[in-house]
């Protein structure tokens, strides 16, 4: 009903999803569906030599085994513009359509057979004799260059002559590990050919590109593929674009004449769906006695694979969240041996905020000021690297809520002066910020005579409660309730929708749903307390649909939008264990109007979680003998887990931006994870006097 | 090298929710497979296939175990619990309830590993306080990071339940 947005409304698929009833991309069965498992290159550069599966190919129910030798050539369709969410530089991994090894783990041959247990045993089977070549697996022994793409270097007034001159400096480098997206959903794909229409149900954030991306491997039409996705398992990024496997999927399904399905093993995606890449960065910050900022050096290298160059926004932290005259960025990437990078909730942003708000710790240090007054002190009334007014900014709302909330005014200014019984007690925080984007999108809205409405988007819903929020607007508009109206996502034989990323989904597939609603009460007249049913009758019509079609305007030429938060964590420590134990976190945040309270918390909480991860656990443990990451498991790659959660808090600053959309939603799955780790990490310094440029800050650090 | 080739298909009768389930498997079946894969009940998750992160948990004979981690043979005679056999007559299960009421739930992937879990740990008396369900519940890993939301429905389960 009307004022449904901003209501807390449990999550509409909640039942689906708590009796088992909502089915993920592997769990679509088709008749006599078939399974693939997968073989993968143990070097991580060179050709394959020598190729024997006469043993795969006689084990027991297989049907085919697919390689390099008997794979058709695809005609891999070049694009006119590469879609968005592929790097622009470089050639996306061709399957199975050569001898080259690019990286270890890189898919070499697909076992076809009637179960998934055969499959995987004749992929054991299977023999390969490599011609290994000399591979670059250190990031110290990669080429570092600038990227092609351009963008390495960003200039505003003279920076390094302004850090020559500063009263108070600080320099340091900041080291950030290769992360995993880690989804508890293993990526998955099902293929079924019709002719020469092809039905993928897939694990994706973007069903319309991963349809796109399938008719241009095949070249077909764009209309012959058909994505199906209603629910994703978590993505975080790792289901932006679409991977060799998707190919190998509707490949497979092709040669043997029957549908298949390829269920990635949780080994085989450390090496299948790109990560978050190692960066390494150096910020260097000069300041006035009384704090202002007067020089801002940020420089990140990272790095990117052989084949393909993936960049993220790691530096653009350091061009707007401070005033600052003199600002410095250089950005630079090391090509390695490895699959590529890929984006990874807040990509870049978390990256760089990490090595940013860090070292605005250790400058509130020598200059011997909180670090919340520092940040006031240099608080950026516009985007100055753009010269935009801000559509909106609550964040001086955001750092007097969080540190009222938190009790930063009991922080002992000293480290190591706060005590807990055996613990050292640290305070830090950390301010958050992301862009705000929004693309176009589309939307259709149907009414029906019983007073029901079904409203559509081909948008897709991997846990922040795109299907919730979505119901809401739609019943705001049509002023129904909420239980009239069912919104469906996850279709590409829906109304288009752009990815399913970058916190847009709001602003973007809002406004359509938003427009869509609009379009079908103005079409039916529908106003004045007539009902739906009265209105339909006198059109004469049991239903009546309208579509809209809705793209941003020149708002971001007027104006600069960003989601901000401030965040507080309280660490303990054990220094003679080392242990870390993160028992509050508090983020108090603008992201604009929240739709719904209940789910953006929810999404903000799930941020803390995974940035006490960032901060105390994950990394990539690389073996650069073999290019490979050592600890490709969830016992050994550590995410958080219930017990290493204590009380997590969110606030959110009221906001209502309707500069940057009709529906005043700035978007808020990326800010969740922003600022999380620095605020950690700066406590674990307030707590031990011992600053950690590392991440991240295991047991080991904190006790050499 | 001749390796030895796997067993044959073997026929067995599982019960799973209530209902008797004669299936004809390859031996090598783990429990995950057989209820997704043979008798479709999806709603038990996999996860990772190494018992590391509970996605896969159900009930056998009243206690959690994770599906993955035993064979489908080794069942047969034993009562296996899933996530759709908890809603009795299409009412949620309360701790089902429980965990739609405080959105205990992003993406829902691990969801139902984590009510299978949750049901367990009441029968097991763990949930004395909100610590000690922190410990029992961390077997069910959480991506999208909803423990805290987790902690309080089954907090709200257990206590409607004492
Ligand atoms: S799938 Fe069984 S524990 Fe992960
Ligand atoms: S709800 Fe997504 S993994 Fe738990």
């Given at each position: 009903m009307s004022g449904s947005i901003g209501r807390p409304v449990s999550r509409v698929d909640g039942p689906?999803?708590?009796?088992?009833?909502?089915?993920?991309?592997?769990?679509?069965?088709?008749?006599?569906?078939?399974?693939?498992?997968?073989?993968?290159?143990?070097?991580?550069?060179?050709?394959?030599?020598?190729?024997?599966?006469?043993?795969?190919?006689?084990?027991?129910?297989?049907?085919?085994?697919?390689?390099?030798?008997?794979?058709?050539?695809?005609p891999y369709r070049p694009f006119d513009e590469r879609p968005e969410v592929d790097p622009s530089v470089g050639e996306p991994l061709r399957v199975f359509q050569g001898p080259e090894v690019r990286f270890s783990g890189q898919p070499i041959a697909a076992v076809v057979a009637d179960t998934l247990a055969q499959a995987r045993h004749a992929a054991a089977l299977v023999g390969v004799t490599y011609a290994a070549q000399a591979a670059t697996t250190t990031f110290e022994g990669g080429r570092?260059?600038?990227?092609?793409?351009?963008?390495?270097?960003?200039?505003?007034?003279?920076?390094?002559?302004?850090?020559?001159?500063?009263?108070?400096?600080?320099?340091?480098?900041?080291?950030?590990?290769?992360?995993?997206?880690?989804?508890?959903?293993?990526?998955?794909?099902?293929?079924?050919?019709?002719?020469?229409?092809?039905?993928?149900?897939?694990?994706?954030?973007?069903?319309?590109?991963?349809?796109?991306?399938?008719?241009?491997?095949?070249?077909?039409?764009?209309d012959h593929v058909r994505v199906i996705c209603p629910y994703v398992g978590g993505a975080f990024g790792s289901?932006?674009?679409?991977?060799?496997?998707?190919?190998?999927?509707?490949?497979?399904?092709?040669?043997?004449?029957?549908?298949?399905?390829?269920?990635?093993?949780?080994?085989?995606?450390?090496?299948?769906?790109?990560?978050?890449?190692?960066?390494?960065?150096?910020?260097a910050l000069g300041a006035r006695r009384d704090g202002r900022l007067t020089a801002l050096i940020h420089e990140a290298t990272a790095q990117t694979s052989a084949y393909e160059e993936h960049t993220e926004e790691t530096l653009s932290p350091a061009r707007v969240t401070y005033a600052c005259p003199n600002v410095l960025t250089r950005y630079r990437l090391v090509e390695m041996d490895v699959n590529t990078p890929t984006h990874m909730r807040a990509p870049g942003v978390a990256t760089g905020l990490f090595a940013l708000e860090c070292a605005m710790d250790e400058l509130a240090v020598a200059l011997?000021?909180?670090?919340?007054?520092?940040?006031?002190?240099?608080?950026?009334?516009?985007?100055?690297?753009?010269?935009?007014?801000?559509?909106s900014k609550e964040l001086r709302a955001c750092y007097r809520m969080g540190a009222e909330r938190f009790g930063w005014s009991r922080r002992a200014p000293?480290?190591?002066?706060?005590?807990?019984?055996?613990?050292?007690?640290?305070?830090?925080?950390?301010?958050?910020?992301?862009?705000?984007?929004?693309?176009?999108?589309?939307?259709?809205?149907t009414v029906f005579a019983d007073g029901t409405a079904s409203v559509r988007s081909a948008a897709s819903d991997m846990g922040p409660g795109t299907y919730t929020a979505m119901t809401q607007v739609a019943a705001d508009v049509l002023e129904l309730p909420l239980d009239r109206v069912r919104f469906e996502l996850g279709d590409t034989a829906l109304p288009k929708a752009p990815v399913h990323g970058g916190s847009i989904t709001m602003a973007s597939v809002g406004t359509a749903v938003q427009a869509a609603c609009e379009a079908v009460r103005a079409k039916l007249g529908a106003a004045n307390g007539r009902s739906y049913a009265e209105a339909l009758r006198e059109h004469g019509v049991d239903r009546m649909e309208a579509t809209a079609h809705v793209e941003p305007g020149d708002e971001s030429k007027r104006f600069s939008s960003w989601a901000f938060g401030a965040l507080f964590a309280e660490v303990r420590v054990d220094v003679d264990l080392g242990i870390v134990r993160v028992p509050r976190i508090v983020g108090a945040y603008d992201v604009g109007r929240v739709v719904n309270p209940t789910t953006a918390r929810s999404q903000c909480l799930g941020g803390m979680v995974g940035g006490l991860g960032m901060a105390l656990l994950e990394q990539a443990d690389w073996d650069p003998r073999f290019g490979r990451v050592m600890n490709a498991n969830f016992a050994e790659y550590l995410v958080p887990v219930n017990a290493d959660i204590g009380e997590l808090q969110v606030l959110f600053a009221p906001g209502d931006d309707r500069r940057f959309n009709p529906l005043g939603a700035k978007g808020l799955a990326e800010i969740g994870l922003c600022g999380v780790a620095p605020a950690i990490a700066n406590a674990v310094y307030h707590a031990t006097g011992r600053r950690l440029r590392t991440l991240p800050i295991t047991l080991e650090a904190v006790l050499v | 090298m001749e390796l030895p080739r796997p067993r044959r298909d073997i026929e067995l009768t599982l019960r799973v929710n209530g209902a008797e389930r004669p299936l004809t498997l390859d031996a090598r079946t783990t429990l995950l497979d057989a209820l997704r894969d043979h008798l479709h009940l999806t709603g038990t998750k996999k996860g990772c296939e190494l018992g590391q992160c509970g996605a896969c948990t159900v009930l056998r004979d009243g206690r959690r175990i994770k599906a993955c981690l035993t064979l489908a043979a080794m069942q047969a005679g034993a009562e296996i619990v899933t996530?759709?056999?908890?809603?009795?007559?299409?009412?949620?299960?309360?701790?089902?309830?429980?965990?739609?009421?405080?959105?205990?739930?992003?993406?829902?992937?691990?969801?139902?590993?984590?009510?299978?879990?949750?049901?367990a740990l009441l029968r097991e008396g763990r949930t004395g306080s909100d610590d000690e369900i922190r410990e029992f519940m961390s077997g069910n890993l959480c991506r999208c990071g909803a423990y805290t939301n987790i902690v309080a429905a089954i907090r709200q389960a257990a206590d409607r339940a004492a």
């Open positions: 689906a999803k708590v009796t088992g009833a909502a089915r993920y991309a592997a769990e679509f069965a088709p008749v006599d569906v078939l399974h693939v498992a997968l073989v993968g290159s143990t070097v991580p550069k060179g050709r394959i030599a020598a190729l024997d599966t006469r043993a795969a190919q006689k084990a027991a129910g297989v049907r085919a085994v697919i390689t390099h030798l008997n794979a058709p050539r695809l570092r260059r600038a990227p092609k793409a351009g963008g390495g270097e960003t200039r505003r007034g003279a920076a390094v002559q302004a850090l020559g001159n500063a009263a108070v400096t600080v320099d340091a480098v900041y080291v950030h590990p290769r992360e995993h997206h880690n989804a508890m959903e293993p990526h998955a794909t099902v293929a079924l050919w019709e002719g020469e229409r092809l039905t993928l149900w897939d694990k994706t954030q973007w069903v319309n590109n991963d349809a796109v991306e399938i008719a241009h491997v095949f070249g077909l039409p764009d289901g932006l674009r679409t991977w060799p496997h998707v190919t190998i999927a509707a490949l497979a399904a092709r040669l043997v004449g029957r549908p298949v399905r390829v269920e990635l093993t949780r080994r085989e995606l450390y090496t299948s769906v790109g990560f978050r890449p190692h960066t390494e960065q150096r910020v011997d000021m909180d670090p919340l007054e520092l940040r006031l002190a240099n608080y950026a009334e516009r985007n100055e690297e753009d010269d935009l007014p801000w559509s000293a480290p190591r002066s706060m005590r807990a019984g055996a613990w050292l007690v640290g305070y830090g925080m950390a301010t958050a910020l992301y862009p705000a984007y929004r693309s176009e999108a589309s939307a259709s809205a | 996530i759709e056999g908890l809603a009795a007559d299409g009412a949620l299960h309360p701790v089902q309830a429980a965990f739609v009421e405080h959105d205990g739930l992003q993406c829902g992937y691990c969801t139902p590993g984590q009510i299978m879990s949750a049901v």
